[in-house]
């Protein structure tokens, strides 16, 4: 056991996830897209399509269009590409006790979208849609009144950062180190500059 | 109904197969001796029950557990998807009024060093001797130079990785090299020094070099949910193995120890335990009795165990059984980032947890009465690039400002974590619970904890010195949390069955041997006066190898007869 390569896990872990994929097909588009790139001979499974278990056809939009919104394909993937949406539903239909507020929380995004803008808020253009979220985004701009709103978007974003951030693609878009194993202990690069006064500019 | 094995008689019986009990079946079996452990979880299997570099994305709630189930209803539960729930859950305890208490429990074979945070600095005369530098409580019945040769062995059983550091108040000992600095370890290095703070490599037991047959540490930074190469230190992989090699270990998983059997002398005969399986209580009969179910575990099985000659519990004449309960107090001292890093590359920053550096104590060292509180504390920096990015709850926003915002913080992160030792006191202590029983019918601890004024102004003291840091280092301090985590939540609990040549002020004498029972031994941090500056669990071992080889002498000349 001790001396059991990493090779060898590794082959083992990668296998494993055709399985995980059967169990969890809501999962299965991301864990398929992500997982096995450059795997010449990797697992057959199919993506599933998702089928929302707690919101309905039209929250579902609602939440993949804020996902987006949140954590936007600019450049590098974003939520879009790493399912985000289907975690944030998965786990509302997870968690009873959220469920009521998450769901007058979207009725009130809607009902104010279409009180200010005159139409729900999937139907409004990218700007008119961040000209709703940022009162309730940014503390410099919070208004009185919206304090319902505030907690709902504050909800769909963590939910949106935690689906986002443990998907591979998040993993991939911080760089995230843990993608990695290392043959010795990881040493900063910069010795000659303890202070670290002198970094090349930063990289974003 | 009791189960008997009578056709059997074991030379040792141990409780516990952590730490302690693992180094104690381990040095006895290797002697020769006829050990019989009980355990009272399963066996783990790294195979399944590790994290074995799974990822998020694997898991049904992404590694963030289900929402839908609480976290128990025991504090502190700690469950995750990362493996099989090895969590204790049935064995609750209960709270006297006034007194809080967190308490993750493992009771699976190899206990908590399947898990723990491998920390292993010894401890050193400013430790055993800190009554007579400053007048609280009294000395240790050792001294560092009787222990030390131990420390050594241990350190070169088990692989210590550190650097030579030259400080008398957390002695050097025998080290592999030691882990890399990492980025912000030179920039907090740096802030540290500006006034005065040692800023040094932790002794860590992971190894960074192949060692006993064991290889190297892969740095996959998982090392909380178990290894799966034995690349750091845990009984499971390193003692209880090599007991087994010997065939002089029979293994008894699944038996939760109930209390201590005694003869007619009222000297330890056997153990009665409750196989959780069968719900049956069974008895096992040996020659000798090793306790090394950890601190608050072993005073409740000692104090369970009530006879016509210990009313009060075995070895208990001096009423310090269960008395003289120490913590260390752990927070969050200070947290903020490094403008210095923002934007610039990842960095595998997380690879040994937050147990690369330390701050040994500093405080109270020239002087034992310099500071507004005695004794002192040590500090754990970590930070950097963790699996999982958290300034993405805390930061405003959303767009691509929002996602930018997050990938520039990445890296920059800091955070001190503080751990000070509580002062012994009357007031702290564990009893049973005159009413509460638990799963298996056994009576509840109950724990009467909180912390004193001493720990809460080193607290105090630790808050302001880890901003002025993060300060001098150039860096922005966020705050740090208000109130030090609940009582209990280091695991690193001491005192229950403290050590003391005096058997009326002490359970047991400097080897761990019980005044009142010659042949009853304690193997975990029950013995120790104080939980000191220094994580436990390397010093469990030091003594129970010292404990263990006092007990096979006991054997050889006869004072306990073999079976």
């Known amino acids: 056991m001790a001396g059991q390569d990493l090779q060898r896990r590794e082959i083992l872990r990668i296998m494993s996830m055709a399985a995980v ?16 790139e450059g795997s010449a001979d990797g697992p057959t499974v199919k ?12 929250e579902y939009k609602l939440v993949e269009r804020l996902a987006e919104l949140i954590i936007p394909s600019d450049g590098t993937p974003g939520a879009r590409e790493a399912g985000v949406a289907e975690f944030v539903d998965f786990m509302v239909a ?38 709703i979220l940022e009162p309730l985004a940014y503390k410099a701009k919070h208004r009185e009144g919206e304090e319902d709103g505030r907690a709902f978007f504050s909800t769909v974003k963590d939910l949106t950062a935690m689906g986002f951030y443990s998907s591979e693609i998040g993993y991939k878009e911080l760089d995230n180190p843990a993608l990695k194993f290392y043959q010795k202990s990881p040493e900063c690069p910069h010795t000659d500059d303890p202070e670290h006064e002198h970094l090349p500019p930063p990289k974003w | 109904m009791v189960k008997a094995m009578p056709s059997q008689v074991y030379d040792v019986i141990v409780i516990g197969t952590g730490a302690g009990g693992g180094m104690a079946i381990k040095t006895l079996c290797e002697a020769g001796l006829q050990v019989c452990a009980l355990n009272a979880g399963r066996r783990l299997n790294p195979e399944k029950d590790f994290r074995n570099h799974r990822m998020p994305w694997e898991m049904k ?28 859950r049935e064995v609750t305890f209960t709270t006297a009024p006034g007194s809080t208490w967190m308490w993750p429990r493992c009771f699976a074979v190899g206990g908590k060093t399947n898990f723990w945070g491998r920390s292993s600095a010894r401890f050193g005369d400013i430790d055993f001797r800190a009554a007579s530098l400053d007048g609280y409580d009294v000395d240790w019945p050792l001294t560092y130079e009787e222990v030390a040769p131990y420390y050594s062995r241990v350190e070169r059983m088990i692989g210590v990785s550190s650097s030579v550091q030259n400080r008398p108040s957390n002695p050097d000992g025998e080290y592999l090299p030691p882990f890399n600095f990492r980025c912000l370890d030179h920039i907090l290095q740096k802030g540290a020094e500006k006034i005065g703070v040692p800023y040094l490599h932790d002794r860590i037991a992971q190894l960074t070099e192949n060692h006993e047959g064991f290889p190297r540490c892969h740095f996959c930074g998982a090392c909380t949910f178990g290894c799966d190469t034995g690349s750091f230190f845990s009984s499971s992989w390193r003692f209880v193995p090599k007991a087994e090699a010997t065939k002089n270990l029979h293994l008894r998983t699944e038996a939760m120890a109930k209390n201590i059997l005694v003869d007619e002398n009222g000297m ?14 069974v008895e096992v009969y040996g020659r000798a009795v090793v306790v090394a179910a950890s601190c608050v575990e072993s005073a409740r099985i000692m104090l369970n165990s009530k006879s016509r000659h210990w009313p009060n519990g075995i070895a208990n004449s001096s009423g310090q059984l269960g008395r003289n309960l120490c913590d260390h107090l752990y927070g969050e001292s200070a947290r903020g980032y490094l403008p210095q890093l923002l934007g610039q590359p990842s960095f595998p920053d997380s690879v040994g947890d937050n147990t690369i ?36 709850t805390q930061a405003e926003g959303f767009g691509s400002a929002y996602k930018r915002d997050v990938k520039r913080r990445y890296p920059t992160p800091v955070s001190f974590t503080v751990q000070a030792p509580s002062l012994r006191s009357d007031s702290n202590f564990v009893d049973l619970d005159p009413e509460a029983k638990d799963h298996y019918g056994i009576p509840k601890v109950r724990i009467h904890f909180q912390w004193d004024e001493n720990v809460l102004k080193m607290w105090e003291h630790s808050k302001e010195v880890c901003a002025e840091i993060i300060r001098k280092a150039g860096g922005v301090c966020e705050g740090s949390a208000n109130e030090p985590l609940i009582p209990g939540w280091s695991l690193h609990e001491t005192g229950t069955c403290r050590m003391g040549d005096d058997p009326k002020h002490a359970v047991t004498n400097g080897f761990g041997q019980t005044h009142d029972v010659q042949n009853l031994y304690v193997c975990d941090a029950s013995v120790f006066l104080s939980c000191t500056d220094k994580t436990t669990t390397i010093s469990i071992m030091a003594f129970t190898l010292r404990t263990c080889e006092h007990l096979i002498e006991n054997f050889r000349r006869e004072e306990h007869k073999r079976a």
């Not at chain 2, 330890?268 to 209580?281: F, H, L, P, S």
């Not at chain 2, 405080?363 to 300034?391: D, T």
């Open chain 1, 21 to 36: 994929a059967s169990h969890f097909p809501g999962f299965a588009k991301w864990v398929f897209a992500c997982a096995h």
């Open chain 2, 61 to 88: 709630f992404r590694g963030f557990g289900d929402p839908a189930r609480p976290s128990d209803n025991n504090p502190g539960f700690v469950d995750t998807e990362w493996g099989p729930n090895i969590w204790e």
């Open chain 1, 94 to 131: 997870h968690e009873p006790e959220r469920q009521y507020k998450f769901r007058t929380g979207m009725t009130w995004l809607n009902a104010h979208s279409e009180r200010l803008l005159g139409h729900p808020f999937v139907e409004l253009s990218e700007e008119q849609q961040a000209s």
């Open chain 2, 357 to 392: 550096v330390w701050m040994p104590r500093w405080q109270n060292l020239k002087n034992p009465r310099e500071e507004k509180f005695i004794r002192g504390y040590s500090v754990y920096p970590g930070g950097g690039c963790a699996e999982y990015p958290w300034y993405a």
């Open chain 1, 47 to 58: 993506p599933a399509k998702y089928t929302p278990q707690f919101c309905t056809a039209q």
């Open chain 2, 268 to 281: 330890a005969k056997g153990v009665a335990y409750i196989d959780r399986q069968t719900k049956q209580e």
